[in-house]
Antibody
């Protein structure tokens, strides 16, 4: 059974940093691209970032480019999102999502999310 | 970025109804479109990809169609568990983008 469990969310001041983690199980982790998708309270879905299975390719939404860094450790079946220079508009529930295949760019499994609140 | 526009944003329907949700892309995306269902407090669930391919385990009352810029999600006979918010997503180009969502409520 595929499981994705996010952690690392919390309350941080504007300008601060936070690192999110996603622990994956139930599939061959390095065979699949992984994504972060976020959802502001009461709002829709926003794709944040993608990393290929080998970690060699990364892509970002314009809203986070230069501030967020996606990475993965295939030896630990883990995905990460380093978030720097956080803004109030980054407040959201952050989901880790598995790509449906190598890098098809749509998502067949999602975690339950970890909440990030940026507030002074 | 490709803009995805769903219509309607919300509407009410009854169990047993046939409903259609529309998604329009600001430029052609071939068939690189997925549909997701999200219930309150839950993560989204993939329903359809490649515009019309049903994800494994999804009931056959769900169907998708379209290509280019105009797409539809149809639920042939609404069940109580189908009342949720639905999102389309294009994966033709980066950044990947979602529609604003369509909230389907019980009449």
């Amino acid at each position: 059974e595929v499981q994705l469990v996010e952690s690392g969310g919390g309350v941080v001041q504007p300008g601060g940093s936070l690192r999110l983690s996603c622990a994956a199980s139930g599939f061959t982790f390095d065979d699949y691209a992984m994504h972060w998708v976020r959802q502001a309270p009461g709002k829709g879905l926003e794709w944040v970032s993608l990393i290929s299975g080998d970690g060699g390719s990364t892509y970002y939404a314009d809203s986070v480019k230069g501030r967020f860094t996606i990475s993965r450790d295939n030896s630990k079946n883990s995905l990460y999102l380093q978030m720097n220079s956080l803004r109030t508009e980054d407040t959201a529930l952050y989901y880790c999502a598995k790509d449906i295949s190598t890098i098809s760019r749509h998502f067949d499994y999602w975690g339950q999310g970890t909440l990030v609140t940026v507030s002074s | 970025a490709i803009r995805m526009t769903q219509s309607p944003s919300s509407f009410s329907a009854s169990t047993g109804d046939r409903v259609t949700i529309t998604c329009r892309a600001s430029q052609g995306i071939s068939s690189y479109l997925a549909w997701y269902q999200q219930k309150p407090g839950k993560a989204p669930k993939l329903l359809i990809y490649a515009a019309s391919t049903l994800q494994s385990g999804v009931p056959s009352r769900f169907s998708g169609s379209g290509s280019g810029t105009d797409f539809t999600l149809t639920i042939s006979c609404l069940q109580s568990e189908d009342f949720a918010t639905y999102y389309c997503q294009q994966y033709y180009s980066y950044p990947l983008t979602f529609g604003q969502g369509t909230r389907l409520e019980i009449k």
